[in-house]
T-cell receptor, first 115, second 114 residues
Framework: AQSVTQPDIHITVSEGASLELRCNYSYGATPYLFWYVQSPGQGLQLLLKYFSGDTLVQGIKGFEAEFKRSQSSFNLRKPSVHWSDAAEYFCAVGAHTGTASKLTFGTGTRLQVTL | NAGVTQTPKFQVLKTGQSMTLQCAQDMNHNSMYWYRQDPGMGLRLIYYSASEGTTDKGEVPNGYNVSRLNKREFSLRLESAAPSQTSVYFC?????????????FGSGTQLSVL
């Protein structure tokens, strides 16, 4: 079974500083990897995804993530954080069973941005 | 476009009461999902439906039942609510085939069981 670990429960960064959120996964085959963001009181929104090909993927809102198979990691990065990026971020790994897919989510990292 | 609509947004139940959480989508997606979100545990899959007429258990199905009434609607029922079912529940749909998929989430139902 697949699993995801997000080791950082809470991170605080200053506006304009760079950001890296860590994600490690466990999966027997080639993983499908995702980052979702959740603003307070809202559902989750897809930031970016990796399926195959280029290991550096670009997403919305200036985010990017790099898939490193040797480290089983898929860390999320942003060069310069904006106050509006304060939210909770979830990494997820996907597996397909028949015609449906099932995502396993990490426990999330809450990002606080100070001005 | 409404996307994925969940009702109600908030609900308080007493232990042993029953209720149904409703989810409707207008995106014509085949796959639908119910997740629960608890502090420190992320999102856990309760049930999913690959298409109309089919449902399957996810990671934490005990205490829940689901109905895929038609392509648009996927409901989650708690027959006898327990305090352990206090959580935020999210319905989601999926678009795209393997390699190009995306989940769309509703805004959630906050359920408290006293």
């Amino acid at each position: 079974a697949q699993s995801v670990t997000q080791p950082d429960i809470h991170i605080t960064v200053s506006e304009g500083a760079s950001l890296e959120l860590r994600c490690n996964y466990s999966y027997g085959a080639t993983p499908y990897l995702f980052w979702y963001v959740q603003s307070p009181g809202q559902g989750l929104q897809l930031l970016l995804k990796y399926f195959s090909g280029d290991t550096l993927v670009q997403g919305i809102k200036g985010f990017e993530a790099e898939f490193k198979r040797s480290q089983s990691s898929f860390n999320l990065r942003k060069p310069s954080v904006h106050w509006s990026d304060a939210a909770e971020y979830f990494c997820a790994v996907g597996a397909h069973t028949g015609t449906a897919s099932k995502l396993t989510f990490g426990t999330g990292t809450r990002l606080q941005v100070t001005l | 476009n409404a996307g994925v609509t969940q009702t109600p947004k908030f609900q308080v139940l007493k232990t042993g009461q029953s209720m149904t959480l409703q989810c409707a989508q207008d995106m014509n997606h085949n796959s639908m999902y119910w997740y629960r979100q608890d502090p420190g545990m992320g999102l856990r899959l309760i049930y999913y439906s690959a298409s109309e007429g089919t449902t399957d258990k996810g990671e934490v199905p005990n205490g829940y039942n689901v109905s895929r009434l038609n392509k648009r609607e996927f409901s989650l029922r708690l027959e006898s609510a327990a305090p352990s079912q206090t959580s935020v529940y999210f319905c989601a749909t999926r678009t795209g085939k393997m390699g190009n998929e995306k989940l769309f989430f509703g805004s959630g139902t906050q359920l408290s069981v006293l």
